[in-house]
């Protein structure tokens, strides 16, 4: 079974719909993110759930919106899509291990969703 | 807000040469990570470092974590065709944050 599992792959859309990306982990862990890849290959974080709760939330425009309707699934909504948004987009997942510096916060991504506007 | 700078952005090696990536932060970090993410797929968690001045290995692959826990790097040993792919370096904070580098994107010539 895979870990962190994002549908669907690969979206192809038109400008201006609304679609969806769902994420599910089976890690049990109690957080889970969401990060955009651009062509060039940078990663940044978007959005992150603690237990349900929202902890991080970048600059991302307003038009994206993750949901979280229990810890092992995070969701990303996005409206109105732009040309700008075309890119990969990866959940990820993570559990600290202990309190403190020497926690580890591994992060276990999905294969990813490449989003295609057009 | 934290940045962390990572150089080269690419890489291009003979088979059998060794290859290494740099990372630096804007700000002292609680740990650093390192991640691997071949051609097409996804990052995949390489090692932490956390202490000041660590050095750890795996086969042909050294980490080490600066002194002022502010810069890191990663060294490959002869390197293979299997070690194609991007090294992401990532800076962890107090909180559930890791904000990566750009990465290094290494070709392997055979």
């Known amino acids: 079974d895979t870990a962190v599992s994002q549908t669907p792959k690969y979206l192809v859309t038109q400008m201006g719909n609304d679609k969806s990306i769902k994420c599910e982990q089976n890690?049990?862990?109690?957080?889970m993110y969401w990060y955009k890849q651009d062509s060039k290959k940078f990663l940044k974080i978007m959005f992150s759930?603690?237990?349900?709760?929202?902890?991080i939330n970048e600059t991302v425009p307003n038009r994206f919106s993750p949901k979280s309707p229990d810890k092992a699934h995070l969701n990303l909504h996005i409206n109105s899509l732009e040309l700008g948004d075309s890119a990969v987009y990866f959940c990820?997942?993570?559990?600290?291990?202990?309190?403190?510096?020497?926690?580890?916060?591994?992060?276990?991504f999905g294969a990813g969703t490449r989003l295609s506007v057009l | 807000g934290q940045q962390v700078m990572q150089i080269p952005q690419y890489q291009h090696v003979q088979e059998g040469e060794d290859f290494t990536t740099y990372c630096n932060s804007s700000?002292?970090?609680?740990?650093i990570q390192w991640y691997k993410q071949r051609p097409g797929g996804h990052p995949v968690f390489l090692i932490q470092?956390?202490?000041?001045?660590e050095v750890k290995k795996q086969k042909r692959l050294t980490f080490q974590f600066g002194e002022a826990k502010k810069n890191s790097s990663l060294h490959i040993t002869a390197t293979q065709t299997t070690d194609v792919g991007t090294y992401f370096c990532?800076?962890?904070?107090?909180?559930?944050?890791?904000?990566f580098g750009k990465g290094t994107l290494l070709t392997v010539n055979p």
């Open positions: 990532a800076g962890g904070g107090s909180n559930y944050k890791l904000t």
């Open positions: 700000t002292t970090l609680s740990n």
């Open positions: 759930y603690n237990n349900k709760e929202l902890i």
């Open positions: 990820a997942s993570s559990q600290k291990s202990v309190a403190g510096p020497l926690a580890k916060n591994i992060q276990y």
């Open positions: 470092l956390v202490k000041s001045g």
């Open positions: 890690l049990g862990h109690d957080t």
